[in-house]
Nanobody, 124 residues
Framework: QVQLVESGGGLVQAGGSLRLSCAAS????????MAWFRQGPGKEREFVAA????????IYADSVKGRFTISRDNAKNTVYLQMNSLKVEDTAVYYC?????????????????WGQGTQVTVSS
């Protein structure tokens, strides 16, 4: 059974940085795409970034391009989201997602597995 466990959320001032981690277990992820989504108060879940486990190709939402970086550590089976220059509007619950044989898709449906989420709050 695939498990995704996020960590690293918290409270930070605008302009600050946080690094989220997603520890993946339960199978080999070489054919998977890993992604981060977020859901702010009263908003729909939205795509943030995704990475192909094999090859490391990435894609980002326009709203985070140049500020966020997604990466993975194969040895640790962990995906990271480095978030810099955080803005108040980045406040949300951030979810890690995994999809087998999913290309760099930016919608939630193709992703089979989800973590429980981690809260990120950016204060002004």
């Amino acid at each position: 059974q695939v498990q995704l466990v996020e960590s690293g959320g918290g409270l930070v001032q605008a302009g600050g940085s946080l690094r989220l981690s997603c520890a993946a277990s339960g199978r080999t992820f070489s054919t998977y795409t890993m992604a981060w989504f977020r859901q702010g108060p009263g908003k729909e879940r939205e795509f943030v970034a995704a990475i192909r486990w094999s090859g490391g190709n990435t894609i980002y939402a326009d709203s985070v391009k140049g500020r966020f970086t997604i990466s993975r550590d194969n040895a640790k089976n962990t995906v990271y989201l480095q978030m810099n220059s955080l803005k108040v509007e980045d406040t949300a619950v951030y979810y890690c997602a995994a999809g087998d044989r999913v290309l760099l898709i930016t919608t939630p449906r193709p992703y089979n597995y989800w973590g429980q989420g981690t809260q990120v709050t950016v204060s002004s």
